[in-house]
């Protein structure tokens, strides 16, 4: 299949926008859900999935599903990274899939994050873990895996490279520069060859992995649609699935996700509560209008899948008390001037406190983890 072709693959959108709320952060259920249950909760996850019949039939025939996504260990973690991770995570395990974390240290190498210094990337690692465990990500019973790249691809060595090596064969130049984006990059950046061989590997990686589904962000798309066509080229029938989850903006006007090298732009996982104050404050947020603004995406994509309720808290003169129980309703009221700014971010900086105070505490009480992020902290953030 031509790249362009491959890339204009029918694609299917939530239509739901309160679609993120079929499931809490922590889902435990107590019977067994239908193929049709299934399907809702698994696809509420993504923005974007390739292809929806494809889901359905895996969640049909397959009582466990693997599911794969991938992470640099590149710096401090936001909370798109750790909050919104946790409420998929948590969603997709809820729907009976296994769920493997692929800490990319050699990825981030190859990517010259923390200045290549694979010691300093394996620090960064185990603190990102730590934080997974402290917000609530649901670990029990053994269906999330944090796996190691390194570890895994030397323990197989003989499966990962030729599996890496074919993929390269098949796959033009051009056709690798375009998967660029996935490394922070683009097309017209002057890469390394490390950088060339980068999406090689992590599309080997879904192979590699065993991954039915690639549960990623839509930056990751391009090599998603990549090993679907390695997948034509081999003649293989089941293709991985894709299920792109939405990109939450910066803060700042125009910031289409958030930076770990600009600390403005992010609120991390471990940012003190008056922090998070300061920084919802300064975030961009024009009253009455919903479009590209950050503090409501960050209502509609965390708050309201953590507590499934919003509440704003105001003066009677202003309206008084009001508890939102779905984004259609906030945006209504945003859109109307019958919610303001002034009132709208205090309860943001309120709920998002409230969920990342265990991890403060955490970090405060647990030595080890008090250690990681003193070293974290310290590390230049390299792009």
């Known amino acids: 299949m031509e790249a362009a072709a491959a890339e204009a693959v029918e694609t299917l959108s939530v239509s739901d926008p ?10 435990n259920p107590t019977h067994q859900l239908s193929p049709g249950q299934k399907f809702q909760i698994v696809r509420s996850v993504g923005e974007e999935c390739i292809q929806e019949d494809e889901l359905l039939n895996l969640l049909t025939k397959k009582p466990e599903p693997i599911c794969y996504d991938g992470f640099e260990p590149s710096g401090r973690m936001h909370i798109a990274q ?16 296994r769920v493997k974390i692929w800490i990319a240290d050699w990825f981030a190498k190859l990517n ?3 200045g290549g210094d694979l010691k300093k990337i394996e620090t ?30 030397n323990a197989r060595a003989d499966e990962y490279w030729p599996l890496v090596l074919d993929i390269a064969q098949k796959n033009n130049l051009k056709r690798i520069i375009r998967c660029s984006q996935i490394m922070g990059r683009s097309e017209q950046d002057e890469l390394t060859a490390a950088q060339i061989f980068y999406p090689c590997m992590q599309c ?5 992995l065993k991954a039915d589904i690639c549960q990623l962000g839509m930056d990751q798309r391009k090599v998603n649609v990549l090993a679907r066509e390695y997948c034509d080229d ?5 293709k991985p699935i894709i299920l792109s989850h939405h990109m939450l903006p910066g803060l700042q006007q125009g910031q289409e996700k958030m930076s770990k090298s600009d600390p403005s732009s992010s609120i991390f996982m471990e940012d003190e509560e008056a922090e998070v104050n300061v920084k919802i404050k300064k975030a961009y947020c024009p009253p009455k209008i919903v479009e590209g603004n950050p503090c409501l995406e960050y209502v509609k994509y965390l708050v309201l899948p953590w507590f499934n309720e919003f509440t704003v808290e105001r003066n009677p003169d202003n309206g008084g008390n009001k508890t939102f129980k779905s984004f259609e309703e906030l945006a209504a009221d945003y859109e109307s001037g019958e919610l303001h700014p002034g009132d709208l971010k205090p309860a943001l900086s309120k709920s998002l406190n409230k969920i990342l ?3 403060r505490e955490h970090f405060r009480k647990d030595s080890n983890a008090k250690e990681l992020l003193k070293r974290v ?5 390299t792009k």
Do not use: H
């Open 112 to 114: 010259n994050k923390m």
């Open 204 to 208: 080997a990686d879904i192979f590699f």
């Open 82 to 97: 750790g909050v919104m991770k946790t409420i998929n995570v948590n969603k997709l395990t809820s729907a009976g899939c």
């Open 357 to 359: 105070e265990p991890v």
């Open 124 to 153: 960064v690692g185990r603190y990102l873990i730590e934080i997974w465990k402290a917000v609530g990500m649901d670990l029990e019973g053994g269906k999330v895996e944090f796996l190691w790249s390194s570890k895994e691809i």
């Open 377 to 381: 902290k310290a590390y230049r953030v």
């Open 18 to 27: 309160d679609a993120a709320q079929l499931s809490n952060p922590n889902p």
């Open 234 to 238: 081999i003649k293989r029938k089941n």
